[in-house]
């Protein structure tokens, strides 16, 4: 029997030995989807706390319970560990560290360098080595092969590799692991079609494209397109404030055209590890071929001045109420970037609480997810406690994140002065003045 013939055999069945390098918001998801398919699962972080406490029965996703992980953690479906050797008699394994920038906004490679190095001590033949990090086009190329030729394997025969872009959406209750499809390009056909036999166990449809650079691509197109889209739509909500109208208005009659128009709104910037950093992996690989990608290029700067913009409006706002932002008590409803989840990573928050802070702002802050904040500066907040007299005290309550726990009826009859870039409270009826974006 060929390894291929094997692994097709391993693989089709739930006797499979999966690992899963990174246990975060894409691998902790990905690997619980395989345990509870029936597969044995490996899964290997660094950090010695997460996996402390998944053997512990813990979890620390909001989208992943305890119990999910306790009940796998007892059936013996789920070893967390931070021991790469436990993946020497793995069938297939999964890569997915964080892909962030680096200080010059760069693509930044070290955890997947680090997790290739690690892994290529226990790599053994007949064995699938997937990436699922979000990455630049010809990463698996550049990066993944060379390791296992390192190693005098062949790909292909020995070894097989594809790319396989992780599309989850924490916090979103309708699209999942399972429900969402997943896009695929092996090296060879024979690793396209081992990588689709294994991801078949946990998700419903997969879709192959013709190679890792392909499937790598797919994956930066779609967040580009969300990027640039978003990006749009914050700059029709900057020119309909030139223009006196509002944005919202707008976008929501252009969206009733049957055809041809999908609505994107306005927002304080799109932050999360994946619509602002990805597009800049494409961009980046573009400059390295000579090719400037303007859109991306653009709907970044536009992206990135949301903050200033946001912040221009709170001032404004605080002028029409003849104060200052200097010493104004500035409280911002919901810091995360997006509603429902904790995560900070790459949040306009931390830019707007820095600009407001330069200006002698007191900022303070309140959100469910987040008890505690690091800011650019490297201080520390604490979330305030929520009361009417919290919103009672700010002069102006900037609405940041639209957690769905927030009584927004509540918060306008409270507060004195609001602006809010998430338009929810637009349409609530109280005593406080309200300012869109
Ligand atoms: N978070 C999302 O919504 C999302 C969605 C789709 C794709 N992605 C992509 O998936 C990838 C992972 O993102 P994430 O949000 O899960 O990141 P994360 O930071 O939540 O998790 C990465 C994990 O990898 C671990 N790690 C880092 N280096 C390691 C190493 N050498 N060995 C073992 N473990 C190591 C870290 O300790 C961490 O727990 C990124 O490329 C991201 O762009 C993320």
């Not at 226990?122 to 092969?145: C, R």
């Not at 573009?286 to 912040?311: G, K, Q």
């Amino acid at each position: 029997m060929t390894h291929y013939e094997t692994l097709v055999e391993r693989l089709s069945t739930q006797t499979a030995h999966v690992g899963v390098i990174g246990a975060g918001y894409v691998g902790l998801p990905l690997a619980v989807g395989f345990a509870e398919a029936g597969l044995h699962v490996t899964l290997v972080d660094m950090n010695a706390d997460k996996i402390k406490m998944l053997c512990a029965g813990d979890s620390y996703i909001p989208d992943v319970t305890p119990e999910r992980v306790q009940a796998l953690v007892q059936s013996g479906h789920l070893r967390p560990t931070s021991d790469y050797a436990q993946l020497a008699a793995a069938d297939a394994i999964s890569i997915c560290v964080q892909t962030p920038l680096d200080i010059n906004r760069e693509p930044d490679l070290t955890f997947i360098r680090a997790a290739l190095t690690s892994l290529s001590a226990h790599l053994h033949v007949g064995s699938l080595i997937i990436l699922e990090s979000t990455t630049y086009p010809g990463t698996t190329v550049e990066h993944v092969v060379p390791m296992v030729q390192e190693r005098g394997f062949v790909i292909g025969d020995d070894i097989f590799v594809a790319f396989s872009g992780e599309r989850i959406d924490p916090g979103n209750a309708h699209y999942g692991l399972r429900n969402t499809p997943k896009v695929i390009g092996g090296m060879t056909p024979a690793c396209s079609r081992l990588t689709e036999l294994l991801y078949e166990h946990a998700i419903d449809r997969v879709v192959l494209v013709s190679s890792p650079t392909a499937a790598e691509m797919v994956k930066l197109v779609e967040n580009s397109f969300r990027l640039v889209n978003i990006s749009f739509a914050n700059e029709v909500a900057m020119m309909c404030g030139r223009l006196g109208i509002n944005a919202r208005e707008i976008i929501n009659a252009a969206a009733t055209k049957p055809f041809g128009f999908m609505p994107f709104y306005p927002g304080p910037g799109a932050g999360g590890h994946c619509i602002p950093v990805d597009p800049v992996y494409l961009s980046w690989k573009m400059r390295t071929l000579n090719y400037s990608a303007r859109f991306i290029d653009l709907a970044s700067e536009i992206n990135n001045a949301m903050p200033h913009y946001v912040v221009e409006r709170i001032t404004e706002a605080l002028n029409d109420d003849e104060k200052a932002v200097k010493k104004a008590r500035v409280l911002l409803l919901g810091v995360a970037y997006k509603p429902d989840i904790d995560d900070m990573r790459e949040s306009p928050s931390l830019p707007i609480i820095d600009l407001l802070r330069h200006k002698g702002a007191q900022v303070m802050y309140h959100d469910f997810f987040v008890p505690v904040l690091r800011v650019e500066d490297g201080t520390t907040l604490t979330s305030a406690p929520y009361s009417e007299a919290l919103l009672q005290q700010a002069d102006c309550v900037v609405i940041l994140t639209n957690h769905h726990k927030y009584d927004w009826r509540h918060v306008v009859e409270h507060s004195r002065l609001i602006v809010d870039t998430r338009n929810v409270a637009a349409n609530v009826v109280g005593q406080a003045r309200i300012v869109g974006l």
